[in-house]
């Protein structure tokens, strides 16, 4: 699977194509800042329906598209912020690659969405307010 998507998305994108593997957290804003769309493949396995990839959030608040498939809470996390396409789909996958990828514009607006979906949603402030309300200091 893997192998296919790395081969589909280097054959689309070209130069424009480079799969990031671990990395310091520090490193985080720097290579968001390079990204153009945050690409989160995620295959059902027992231990993926329960995970939430902490990345997007940081894609989110970075004003960056994502694509997630399927699963797990990737879904409800870009509600109009990216594309969901089904897990193990690499046709689906590479589709949605290309069409962000090809298109700036959809790619600007769906950079906005993300960053104010964050705001909205998930930011520090408004999880300190949801914390405050479920949990009052008396």
Do not use: M, W
Not at 60 to 88: E, F, H, K, M, Q
């Amino acid at each position: 699977y893997e192998r296919q998507l790395r081969a589909r998305a280097a054959s689309l994108l070209k130069e424009r194509f480079e799969v990031i593997e671990r990395f310091p957290q520090e490193h985080l804003g720097h290579l968001l800042a390079a990204t153009d769309v945050l690409v989160v493949p995620t295959l059902r396995t027992a231990s993926s329906l329960g995970q939430i990839p902490a990345k997007i959030y940081d894609a989110l608040a970075a004003g960056r598209p994502c694509i997630v498939t399927d699963l797990n809470d990737g879904p409800s996390l870009v509600d109009g912020a990216g594309r969901v396409v089904p897990a193990g789909n690499i046709g689906a996958l590479s589709s949605a690659v290309d069409e962000l990828c090809c298109d700036q514009a959809l790619r600007t607006t769906l950079g906005v969405a993300a960053r104010q979906r964050y705001e909205c949603r998930y930011s520090p402030s408004v999880n300190a307010t949801t914390v405050q309300r479920l949990f009052p200091s008396e």
